[in-house]
């Protein structure tokens, strides 16, 4: 079906940044949007950003001004800048790719984001 990979997570200080990457690979399939969501100890998993095919992003509004998504359609990947991270931002990060004529998102295994001094 589709593969769903995510990199980039680690350990950083309050204020500094990484960059995540999601890719999806598979036989035959054309990307509708690409997410990332986020999900910390204790809490519901939240959409943090969106990308679709055609460049068209959204953004939660505790991420605004700090992080950008950004696509390769050539490449099916997304990435997700996140500059002037809080201990806020910790949790686990997923990649979701949605395809067209499916109507269930694949998801990734996830990668651990920790912000901590």
């Known amino acids: 079906q589709v593969q769903v990979v995510e990199s980039g997570g680690g350990l950083v200080q309050p204020g500094g940044s990484l960059r995540l990457s999601c890719a999806a690979s598979?036989?035959?399939?054309?990307?509708?949007?690409m997410g990332w969501y986020r999900q910390a100890p204790g809490k519901q998993r939240e959409l943090v950003a969106a990308?679709?095919?055609?460049?068209?992003?959204n953004y939660a509004d505790s991420v605004k001004g700090r992080f950008t998504i950004s696509g390769d359609n050539a490449k099916n990947t997304v990435n997700l800048q996140m500059n002037s991270l809080k201990p806020e931002d910790t949790a686990v990060y997923y990649c979701?790719?949605?395809?067209?004529?499916?109507?269930?998102?694949?998801w990734g295994q996830g990668t651990q984001v920790t912000v901590s001094s």
């Open positions: 979701n790719v949605r395809v067209i004529g499916r109507a269930q998102g694949y």
């Open positions: 598979g036989r035959m399939f054309s990307i509708s949007n």
């Open positions: 990308i679709t095919s055609g460049g068209s992003t």
